[in-house]
């Protein structure tokens, strides 16, 4: 039988990626948000300490050594397969059809033909005239275990929506593809998409349904039918582009503690816009209950005055 080997939580968002002397630019454009007056005018001086410039290199500096504990994780528990839950901000679907949960199904997967909105921002923070194209384009599927997944989750109850291509232009996903160039030995590495609607209404997923997603998702892994050894991998979050600390300390507290019923009693508007995608990681942490949990870093990376950022989180479970 298949084997879970680890699991995995991890920011994706631009202050995992961008270097701190660019986040000026991703603070402007915080700044232009239609948002931004009223939270700085609640937010008084709370957050005027916590997001000087001066603080960014070693938020960003704390993140990339965080990542690389995971990467180093990874190398050395050497998965054959990672299932990815990852926000799907339509790229593959959008409202004329916006299904709960995805999962890809074929053989392939490429990064697309089209800028992503990474590489823009990116080269707009740094200056740069032109958006470079780095990073692997083509990567590996998991058609049988996603077949075997969807029989699964059919016979558990859970309306599975399944897809064998993608949009040629976007190709693999922002959540995916952020996985795909930050782990190491994605050569060897198959990763199976699994796509959640954390963002648009009204088909949101509760907290509950994820939780109990996640039960599934590791009953089905361990009755596989195979030799593989398997990683499940929540990718983006936590709070943004709003940080939340409360929520984002006591969302890490309660799956450190196995608190299915805290976790559970929280209401699906809790989790709006990017942190939304904390829904992926409850995903996982159900599905890794039976393992205890690491947190590597929590990082409230504030980049306004008004408590406007990206808070990074990583951690894994063994």
């Known amino acids: 039988m298949a084997q879970v080997v680890l699991g995995l939580g991890a920011s994706h968002g631009s202050s995992t990626f961008a270097p701190a002397h660019t986040w000026e630019f991703y603070a402007e454009r915080d700044k232009r948000r239609r948002y931004y007056q009223d939270m700085l005018d609640r937010a008084g001086a709370s957050f005027e300490s916590a997001s000087q410039p001066e603080r960014w290199e070693a938020m960003f500096a704390a993140g990339q050594r965080a990542q690389s504990v995971l990467n180093d994780i990874v190398a050395r528990v050497a998965p054959d397969i990672i299932i990815v839950f990852g926000d799907d901000q339509h790229e593959q679907f959008h409202d004329d059809n916006m299904p709960m949960f995805s999962i890809y199904r074929g053989l392939s997967m490429s990064r697309g033909t089209r800028k992503r909105q990474r590489d823009v921002w990116a080269s707009a923070a740094s200056g740069a005239s032109q958006v470079t194209d780095a990073g692997p384009r083509t990567f590996e599927g998991a058609p049988e ?172 479970w063994e």
């Open 145 to 316: 275990l996603a077949e075997h997944l969807i029989d699964r989750l059919v016979e558990a109850g859970v309306d599975i929506a399944a897809c064998n291509a993608l949009r040629e232009d976007i190709g693999l996903g922002h959540a995916f593809t952020h996985v795909a160039e930050n782990i190491p030995l994605i050569g060897e590495t198959v990763i199976l998409p699994f796509m959640v609607n954390t963002y648009f209404p009204p088909n949101q997923p509760t907290p509950t349904r994820c939780y109990q997603l996640g039960r599934v998702i590791r009953q089905a892994v361990d009755d596989w039918d195979s030799d593989k050894r398997v990683a499940i991998m929540a990718s983006g979050g936590l709070s943004h582009q709003i940080i939340d600390e409360t929520l984002d300390r006591g969302i890490l507290a309660a799956m450190v503690d196995k608190d299915a019923d805290w976790i559970c009693a929280l209401p699906r508007s809790t989790f709006t816009g990017g942190t939304s995608e904390i829904l992926n990681w409850i995903t996982v942490a159900a599905a890794m209950e039976p393992e205890p949990m690491t947190v590597v870093e929590y990082i409230p990376a504030y980049r306004t005055p008004a408590g406007t950022g990206l808070a990074m989180g990583f951690a894994y």
